[in-house]
């Protein structure tokens, strides 16, 4: 990655388009007046890519704090993505249009496949990922994305779907933080031009309390927050750190003054197992 400098710095795309280096993420954020102070909040902060999906809940909040936020529609990046419940080639075409009305957006920057199809006999669920992704295709020829991916896709589930593509996955967001750091994947993402992101990139918290990560982070007089996406940032992935608290939301932005050594990166990188959500793509029953 070129060097960054603020989160509205952009990362291009395989197709050229370019994507802010730092996400604000809205799983779990309520609908209404609290998700609208937020990304109103992360807006005033300096972020300009904000991700959010049709199973969240909160599509319309976000459409009500973009739309009053006077910043001007180029400058914005939004990510939306089709849920399980939606997969295949019309349903998909019929979510997006729902998804669309309530972000009030002409068009969207960034649509993914929420979760891979992983169950059931390996033909099935290949032909369901191939004809979701037919209608991301439909959908970026229109002109209604500007940029197509995935999300939560391993290897062996980016492989079929890669060899019946005619558009090729510019992103693949998945779980990615310190404990959980993915190397496999991001390697493959690495290797065929997919730009990764990190959903859950502090562990939903839960790696704030270990005590190498609290030593680095103290040895550059940064928060473990700050190196947790830090780390992602140097390990080629958009972090996409979310809260609704407005000091947090200001704090997960200021990453550029850091620069972690090799060294802290390996240490960071071997870290046993720690923080993961527990949901597997090829186990989720949802």
Known sequence: ?????????????RNGYGIPCVGFGTWKMPDGETGLEAVHQALADGYRHIDTAAAYGNEETVGKALASSGIPREELFVTTKVWNTDRGYDATL????????????????????????ARGAEADWQRTNQET????????????VRAIGVSNFKPHHLEPLM?????????NQIELHPGCNQEVTREFCN?????????SPLGSGRVLQNQLLIDIAASYGCTVAQLCLRWCLQRRAIPLPKSTNPARIAENERLFWLNLTDLDLQRIDELDPLGQSGLDP???DF
Request: aromatic residues 10%; proline residues 3%; hydrophobic residues 45%.
């Open 1 to 13: 990655m070129a060097e960054l400098t603020s989160a509205k710095d952009r990362i291009e795309l």
């Open 94 to 117: 019929k979510a997006f249009e729902e998804s669309r009305s309530k972000l009030h957006l002409d068009y969207v920057d960034l649509y993914l496949i929420h979760w891979p199809a």
């Open 133 to 144: 992704w037919r209608a991301l295709e439909t959908l970026y020829q229109e002109g209604k």
């Open 163 to 171: 060899d019946a593509a005619e558009v090729l996955p510019m992103v």
């Open 191 to 199: 290797r065929h031009d997919i730009v990764v992101e990190a959903w």
């Open 282 to 284: 090829d186990a989720i």
